[in-house]
Antibody
Framework: QVQLQQWGAGLLKPSETLSLTCAVY????????WSWIRQPPGKGLEWIGE???????NYNPSLKSRVTISVDTSKNQFSLNLNSVTAADTAVYYC????????????????WGRGTLVTVSS | SYELIQPPSVSVSPGQTASITCSGD??????ACWYQQKPGQSPVVVIY???KRPSGIPERFSGSNSGNTATLTISGTQAMDEADYYC?????????FGGGTKLTVL
């Protein structure tokens, strides 16, 4: 059973950098696109961006200037960095998988992490 | 940027049919999917690629997508279906979510 386990700092001050990591256990890492998605408290879902095992990325244009998603295939992990955070970045952050194998998209997410609450407060 | 519009809330009586719409420009030309999210839980896909239902999702969940509107239909709605529902599509290599619809079963 494939599982996504995510971790990272839960409390940040304004202007700091948010860093989260998601590890894939119990299944293949290569050949998929892996995404980060966030959800502010009481609000809807927002896609942040994606990466595949080769390091090919796509980002949400609204966040692109502050986001970096990277991959470590030796550890079956991918990471999110979001710099210059503000209170508006307070959210639950999820990692998720598009189930298409072979550098393609099925255009949905079949596997989600449990989410990490990140709070930005001075 | 591309937008998907959902009604904020939908109410349905137990056993009746609930329909949740998702509107976007030429959405019928894209694949739409739907997620169910219960409080404190991660989203779960209930419909993908417009009409497909993942294994483990009850048959009462169905989907359609044509023109500018995708629709999630829940037939014989049960109390356990009360949740937030989000539509999602892709546009220009980016993922777009609808704003979400709170389904109340009363």
């Amino acid at each position: 059973q494939v599982q996504l386990q995510q971790w990272g700092a839960g409390l940040l001050k304004p202007s700091e950098t948010l860093s989260l990591t998601c590890a894939v256990y119990g299944g293949s890492f290569s050949g998929y696109y892996w995404s980060w998605i966030r959800q502010p408290p009481g609000k809807g879902l927002e896609w942040i961006g994606e990466i595949n095992h080769s390091g090919s990325t796509n980002y949400n244009p609204s966040l692109k200037s502050r986001v970096t998603i990277s991959v470590d295939t030796s550890k079956n992990q991918f990471s999110l960095n979001l710099n210059s955070v503000t209170a508006a970045d307070t959210a639950v952050y999820y990692c998720a998988r598009d189930p298409c194998t072979g550098d393609c998209h099925h255009y949905y997410f079949d596997l989600w992490g449990r989410g990490t609450l990140v709070t930005v407060s001075s | 940027s591309y937008e998907l519009i959902q009604p904020p809330s939908v109410s349905v009586s137990p056993g009746q049919t609930a329909s949740i719409t998702c509107s976007g420009d030429k959405l019928g030309n894209k694949y739409a999917c739907w997620y169910q999210q219960k409080p404190g839980q991660s989203p779960v896909v209930v419909i993908y690629q417009d009409t497909k239902r993942p294994s483990g999702i009850p048959e009462r969940f169905s989907g359609s997508n044509s023109g500018n509107t995708a629709t999630l239909t829940i037939s014989g709605t049960q109390a356990m279906d009360e949740a937030d529902y989000y539509c999602q599509a892709w546009d220009s290599s980016t993922v777009v979510f609808g704003g979400g619809t709170k389904l109340t079963v009363l």
